[in-house]
């Protein structure tokens, strides 16, 4: 949808109620064809209260299925359970994968925090089979995490439902955080943790930002060919989320990570960023990071 069609909406809202049946339904059609944004809210509670939320079974069914299909080459990757036939790589976020390899002699040992059914993990199957030594540790709710051990957990590929639980069995040196900040009740002590954790390299992405010092919230609507589904969702100030991992790590860079009108119509951006840990100079020598 655009951004155009977005604040027609908006400006006509208060008139919807008086129009003839079909015409108000054509006009809600438009808006649920495309993610879209509801708010600001005052708190995440009173956006959390007119919300369906993330623990819905039939999104973790969709999910699953279409991850499934992924598995079986059926289709080149899943985001959000919607298939898609052609490899298209997030290049910042290998460039992260790949300096965190080069710095641990080829071992990538990652920890995907929020990291669904292995969405990344096999968007990106194709370039890490280049690695020889990989681990990919996936943290979620529990009930996504009880799906992936059951029906997608190998060698490679492992499934926890908390931070410490999967530090027990893996020793991370990268740290991926794709597109969940925003989701979270309070993101400030799950960053802690994830810092505390001291992987050489953090990778931030598919992160809503924007430019003030407060974080706003909204509810985001999923339209419904994806799944019928509303939540909390935040606008993170993206110098405050830069600080939350300053001065244990130093921001190598960021990028636009996404082209979503609906996001930029709230005064916010999808971005990313990398961050590498502040004692780690950034060149690489010899398959190690130069101290």
Known sequence: M?????????????LVDLMPPALARSVYAL????????GPFESWEAASAISTGYDDDDI?????????????????????????DDIDYRWPVTAGLMWAAA??????????????????YFQHARLLSALADVRWNIVEQPHFARAGQAELQDERLRFYDSIGECLKEASPNVILISGVLQSLADPEPVMAELRAVG?????????????????RIYVQHVPARIYPASYPCRS???????????????????????????VVQIG????????????????????????
């Open 199 to 215: 992987a050489p390299v953090v990778i931030v992405d598919k992160t809503v930002v924007n430019m003030t010092r407060r974080h």
């Open 60 to 84: 973790l069914l969709r999910v699953l299925e279409a991850t499934l299909k992924v598995k079986r080459g059926e289709a080149a990757f899943e985001r959000d359970s919607v298939l898609f």
């Open 2 to 14: 655009t951004q155009t069609a977005n604040r027609y909406i908006s400006l006509i809202r208060p």
């Open 236 to 262: 993170l100030s993206e110098s405050a989320l830069i600080d939350n991992f300053t001065p244990t790590y130093r921001l190598e860079c960021a990028f636009d990570s996404a082209d979503a009108p609906p």
């Open 103 to 120: 710095g641990s002699n080829g071992r990538l040992d990652v920890l995907d925090f929020g990291g669904s059914l292995g969405s990344v």
């Open 268 to 291: 916010s951006h999808f971005k990313g960023f990398l961050f590498i840990k502040s004692e780690a100079n950034p060149g690489v020598s010899n398959g190690s990071i130069r101290r």
């Open 31 to 38: 808006r649920s064809n495309s993610i879209h944004f509801e």
